[in-house]
């Protein structure tokens, strides 16, 4: 792309839906193929963590200071998403809510590479998949509130580089225990809504702009019916 032409491009309405420089809850996803094509998977992964990534950019401020932000989503402990690595680590499970069995995932928490590498730690589980963006907001309110300070070395310092350096996502989680990391988790009900509680096969569409069950890329007939199978 020649330089003189960046701005024009930029300037495209497409870019104004899939931005080139995402939210960092939407460019840090990651999930596994899920129930819908992975007999091993327990819950479904990827259209959720679509509605979990969009639903967390509009009410989860993260701090100015955090450019990104890692969710991984595994339907189960083989681990495809690699959630170990990740600074919020979910893994699928089952379990009851209000007598009826629904989708649940254990909360991990720390994890990622480069420096100072570490694997995440699990710090609860079985939480309900409508309650975990809760979970994810009032934990990152609570990082937010919590987090230290230190002052740089000013041989540390790069340039005009901070002098004050506040904890990172990662730090913050190691310096504390899992019985506290869980207690800052708090899985919470909202007004995130999840229409694969109880019936994972059925899978919507991602990017539809509703949540309807037709709202799919599926072929359609001349008379917008469902195109009829080779078989």
Same mark, same amino acid.
């Given at each position: 792309?020649?330089?003189?032409?960046? =701005?024009?491009?930029? %300037?495209?309405?497409?870019?104004?839906?899939?931005?080139? *420089?995402?939210?960092?809850?939407?460019?840090?996803?990651?999930?596994?193929?899920?129930?819908?094509?992975?007999?091993?998977? /327990?819950?479904? +992964?990827?259209?959720?963590?679509?509605?979990?990534?969009?639903?967390?950019?509009?009410?989860?401020?993260?701090?100015?200071?955090?450019? %990104?932000?890692?969710?991984?989503?595994?339907?189960? +402990?083989?681990?495809?998403?690699?959630?170990? /690595?990740?600074?919020?680590?979910?893994?699928?499970?089952?379990? !009851?809510?209000?007598?009826?069995?629904?989708?649940?995932? *254990? /909360?991990?928490?720390?994890?990622?590479?480069?420096?100072?590498?570490?694997?995440?730690?699990?710090?609860?589980?079985?939480?309900?998949? =409508?309650?975990?963006?809760?979970a994810? !907001?009032?934990?990152?309110?609570?990082?937010?509130?919590? !987090?230290?300070?230190?002052?740089?070395?000013?041989?540390?310092?790069?340039?005009?580089?901070?002098?004050?350096e506040?904890?990172?996502?990662?730090?913050?989680?190691? %310096?504390?225990?899992?019985?506290?990391?869980?207690?800052?988790?708090?899985?919470?009900? +909202? *007004?995130?809504? *999840?229409?694969?509680?109880?019936?994972?096969?059925?899978?919507?569409y991602?990017?539809?702009?509703?949540?309807?069950?037709?709202?799919?890329?599926a072929?359609?007939?001349?008379?917008?019916g469902?195109?009829?199978?080779?078989?």
């Open positions: 792309m020649p330089e003189e032409n960046l =701005d024009a491009l930029l %300037d495209e309405p497409l870019l104004e839906e899939y931005s080139p *420089d995402p939210h960092p809850f939407q460019r840090g996803s990651i999930a596994c193929t899920g129930t819908e094509f992975c007999s091993l998977s /327990i819950v479904e +992964t990827k259209n959720r963590q679509v509605r979990f990534s969009r639903w967390l950019k509009a009410n989860v401020d993260l701090p100015d200071d955090v450019e %990104d932000f890692h969710i991984h989503l595994s339907g189960c +402990t083989a681990s495809c998403a690699q959630p170990q /690595i990740a600074d919020v680590s979910l893994r699928g499970m089952k379990t !009851r809510k209000n007598g009826e069995p629904v989708e649940a995932l *254990d /909360i991990g928490l720390g994890g990622g590479l480069g420096e100072n590498p570490n694997f995440a730690d699990w710090v609860t589980e079985r939480v309900p998949a =409508d309650e975990v963006p809760g994810i !907001r009032n934990l990152v309110q609570h990082y937010d509130e919590l !987090r230290e300070e230190r002052v740089v070395p000013e041989e540390q310092r790069e340039g005009d580089g901070e002098a004050v506040r904890e990172t996502f990662r730090e913050f989680v190691v %310096d504390r225990d899992e019985e506290e990391l869980a207690e800052l988790v708090e899985p919470e009900e +909202t *007004d995130y809504e *999840d229409p694969y509680m109880h019936n994972t096969k059925k899978t919507w991602p990017y539809a702009e509703d949540d309807d069950m037709d709202a799919s890329p072929p359609n007939s001349a008379d917008e469902p195109a009829p199978a080779d078989d």
